[in-house]
């Protein structure tokens, strides 16, 4: 028996597909957002290059840092353009997020497998010991956890300023800007230890788990930054601008670090909480009633 199957002709069909082209944009939030991803493939090209000196002296792995850094500011920016303007849509935030996966996706993973090809024969994916495999699935792990991470968030996401007052997982600038910080931190300050880059895929294995969690993490700028605060605040910026001053490279490391951490002590430290909460009135009800073991 033969299924009944409408018929929809041709006109219909491109009739439907017309419906959903954009017809108006805002033009300077989606220019900053490209911003965002050209300053991320800028990041690859730079990691790329090796670990050779380029502008200034600097090295072409710290100059992939800092665009990753600088595509970070442009993602900050973006968002707050379009709220301050009230313009956001679904455009704006699918552009958004595909910007996000090239700079804070795919340049953090790409510059952690040269930072280590720079220091020993990386060989091919599924070869090598070990070590030399786990590199690799810390790579691959990180960017589809990042991808994961951001398509949970276009579809988690609500409009409002009230709604962004907290992440659900490690948000993806956060996670880039972790790992980034210790390739600059290595280039900069100690570049003949080793020991930092070795131990740089179990850091992005770490934050890629982090990022697909349900650990909530603040978000900096409408949590701290916007407002009225209290005076407290002002002294906490001035030792954070006072810090970025005397050494910009270990102040990144220790304010990544510092966020990364933080939410992860705050989520261990509530479940604890609950677990002995849970416990606490077994045990009252022990010291209550002492015979109740001995009468089982």
């Not at 009739?15 to 990041?43: C, D, E, M, W």
């Not at 994916?125 to 495999?133: A, F």
């Not at 007052?165 to 948000?171: A, D, E, I, Y």
């Not at 931190?185 to 770490?206: A, C, N, W």
Request: charged fraction near 15%; hydrophobic fraction near 50%; proline fraction near 4%.
């Amino acid at each position: 028996m033969k299924r009944f199957k409408p018929k929809v002709s041709r006109a219909q069909l491109f009739r439907r597909v017309r419906r959903q082209r954009v017809k108006y944009i805002t033009v300077l939030p989606s220019l900053i957002t490209l911003l965002n991803g050209l300053f991320g493939f800028t990041a690859i090209v730079f990691a790329s290059r090796g670990a050779e000196r380029g502008v200034a002296g600097y090295s072409y792995f710290a100059m992939a840092g800092y665009m990753v850094l600088l595509a970070m500011f442009a993602d900050m920016l973006d968002g707050r353009l379009a709220r301050m303007s009230q313009s956001t849509s679904s455009f704006g935030g699918q552009l958004d997020s595909l910007c996000d996966l090239i700079s804070f996706g795919v340049a953090p993973a790409f510059l952690m497998l040269r930072a280590i090809e720079s220091r020993l024969d990386l060989p091919m994916p599924l070869s090598g010991g070990l070590y030399h495999r786990f590199i690799w699935l810390a790579a691959l792990v990180y960017i589809s956890c990042a991808t994961i991470r951001l398509a949970r968030f276009n579809v988690e996401n609500e409009e409002g300023e009230t709604a962004h007052m907290s992440f659900t997982g490690l948000p993806t600038p956060g996670a880039a800007g972790s790992i980034v910080s210790v390739v600059i931190f290595h280039q900069e300050v100690v570049p003949s230890v080793d020991l930092v880059i070795y131990l740089l895929p179990f850091l992005t294995f770490g934050i890629a788990i982090l990022m697909v969690s349900r650990i909530r993490y603040p978000h900096v700028l409408n949590l701290y930054l916007r407002g009225k605060q209290p005076f407290g605040y002002l002294i906490r910026v001035l030792l954070f601008l006072g810090l970025v001053w005397a050494s910009m490279q270990t102040a990144l490391v220790l304010i990544f670090g510092f966020f990364v951490g933080s939410g992860l002590a705050k989520w261990l430290y509530a479940r604890a909480r609950r677990e002995g909460k849970r416990l606490w009135p077994a045990h009252h009800d022990l010291e209550a009633h002492p015979s109740a073991e001995s009468e089982v």
